[in-house]
T-cell receptor, first 115, second 111 residues
Framework: DGGITQSPKYLFRKEGQNVTLSCEQNLNHDAMYWYRQDPGQGLRLIYY???????QKGDIAEGYSVSREKKESFPLTVTSAQKNPTAFYLC??????????????FGNGTRLTVT | GEDVEQSLFLSVREGDSSVINCTYT??????LYWYKQEPGAGLQLLTYIFSNMDMKQDQRLTVLLNKKDKHLSLRIADTQTGDSAIYFCAEKQGGSYIPTFGRGTSLIVHP
């Protein structure tokens, strides 16, 4: 079955440490996205990528970094510069279609807790 | 700029119909989506509607679109406790592949 896999489901880190969240898809989608979800704030876009070796900042990119070395993979690193990293992180993918239907497909999320 | 608004909470009794509302601002929206998020999980696409349609029905789900008022609604018939979740409305503008999401409506179904 095609889908998006995020790992791990729960992650605990000490303040000051960088941490990398994994996202893999086998849907053959060109576009991939990272969102952050906080209670009552909906989804906020961190980074997105349309093609391998290229990515763009979203609305809240500060303190985060990404890479897109393979079409299937889009890992997110939460750096020590991120002031409030505890949140639920969602990865998504989609086809690239400006005029056509291109819903996002989501993974099951990673809950990061930093103490 | 674009904006998608939803009320934050809706409480219904099991067996009743639920109606979740959404308003958006961009008249160039082409596709509008409803997603469901269960606790601790990702978002699951429930249904979508193209902007030249007024209504779409899929089993217990009915989507109504009023383009003039930029208003979208999701009706869930015979609501069950398993329908308790957060429901997100999203719009996709023509020429863009990144949708804009609302903040989500928490649907609480009680016996």
């Amino acid at each position: 079955d095609g889908g998006i896999t995020q790992s791990p489901k729960y992650l605990f880190r000490k303040e000051g440490q960088n941490v990398t969240l994994s996202c893999e898809q086998n849907l053959n989608h060109d576009a991939m996205y990272w969102y952050r979800q906080d209670p009552g704030q909906g989804l906020r876009l961190i980074y997105y990528s349309q093609i391998v070796n290229d990515f763009q900042k979203g609305d809240i990119a500060e303190g985060y970094s990404v890479s897109r070395e393979k079409k299937e993979s889009f890992p997110l690193t939460v750096t020590s510069a991120q002031k409030n990293p505890t949140a639920f992180y969602l990865c998504a993918s989609s086809i690239l279609s400006g005029q056509g239907n291109s819903p996002l497909h989501f993974g099951n999320g990673t809950r990061l807790t930093v103490t | 700029g674009e904006d998608v608004e939803q009320s934050l909470f809706l409480s219904v009794r099991e067996g009743d119909s639920s109606v979740i509302n959404c308003t958006y601002t961009d008249s160039s929206s082409t596709y509008l989506y409803w997603y469901k998020q269960e606790p601790g999980a990702g978002l699951q696409l429930l249904t979508y509607i193209f902007s030249n349609m007024d209504m779409k029905q899929d089993q217990r789900l009915t989507v109504l679109l009023n383009k003039k008022d930029k208003h979208l609604s999701l009706r869930i018939a015979d609501t069950q406790t398993g329908d308790s979740a957060i429901y997100f409305c999203a719009e996709k503008q023509g020429g863009s592949y990144i949708p804009t999401f609302g903040r989500g409506t928490s649907l609480i179904v009680h016996p």
